[in-house]
């Protein structure tokens, strides 16, 4: 079986591979061939992830395959006028498979996923002690409570993106759980209806549809997941 692969390169100094049918699969690499390197192994552990978590595993006859470079992006900055820029702006990946319309199966599926990304989210912090929900860690931004606002905070923007966010930033509740909950309900509501959706917008320079959003947004709660664990679990 062949896994089609979008490689984006300069995504926050590294690369990232995507296999794009599989929407939550992706490696990442100091360059692009290390992430193409890294990505039979994320492959393999995705398909275990998807299998423990149904009966019906949609990955159950993936079993030999070989990854294909199918398109490569290379990220770029621009200002908020729109010219090139250094350090502003970070303009990610858009691929000719982003124009697809998502499928009923594929929504069902993708639907599936955020909830096991959010049982896993939740499992993962419960045990945490506040002291270590609001550890300062060198070199991060956040600590892991502001990474868990910061995951509800992206799907509030990705939802803008397109202007289906509902409820205004400012009006999401403070607490981080009760935060991650307005949102996730937002684009379970969202995700829904998007079967067939041909849209696509630009905004601030960079292309947005229904299937880069379903991307995105399975990509960016599963690459916190694994920063907390780093984070929480250091020796692990």
């Known amino acids: 079986m062949s896994i089609r692969v979008g490689l984006e390169n300069g995504i926050e100094g590294r690369s990232l591979a995507w296999a794009l049918d599989y929407p939550g699969c ?3 690499g100091k360059d ?3 992430a193409l390197i890294s990505l039979p192994r994320a492959i393999i552990k995705y398909k275990q992830w998807v299998d423990s978590r149904t009966r019906d595993s949609w990955l159950a006859g993936l079993t030999e395959f070989h990854v294909r470079l199918e398109e490569v992006f290379e990220c770029y900055n621009i200002d908020e006028n729109y010219n090139p820029s250094k350090d502003e702006i970070e303009i990610n990946a858009w ?5 697809k319309p998502l499928t009923e199966a594929e929504v069902e599926r993708g639907v599936l996923m955020l909830s096991w990304t959010r049982e896993d989210l939740l499992d993962l912090i419960a045990g945490l002690s506040p002291e270590v929900m609001d550890a300062e860690h060198p070199g991060e931004l956040w600590s892991i409570r502001g990474i868990v606002r910061h995951i509800a905070n992206g ?3 990705y ?3 397109f202007g289906w966010e509902g409820i205004p930033r400012a009006e999401l509740p403070d607490n981080e759980i009760e935060r991650l909950n307005a949102t996730r309900k937002r684009v379970n509501e969202v995700l829904k209806r998007l ?4 849209t696509v917008v630009g905004v601030m320079g960079e292309f947005w549809s229904p299937r880069k959003f379903l991307r995105r947004t399975l990509w960016h709660e599963l690459d916190h997941i694994q920063h907390i664990q ?3 679990y250091p020796l692990q």
Do not use: C, M, Q
């Open 26 to 28: 992706f490696s990442y």
């Open 32 to 34: 692009g061939p290390e």
């Open 95 to 99: 691929f000719r498979d982003d124009w």
């Open 155 to 157: 799907e509030h923007w």
């Open 159 to 161: 939802l803008r993106r």
């Open 195 to 198: 079967a067939g959706d041909k």
């Open 230 to 232: 780093k984070l929480a």
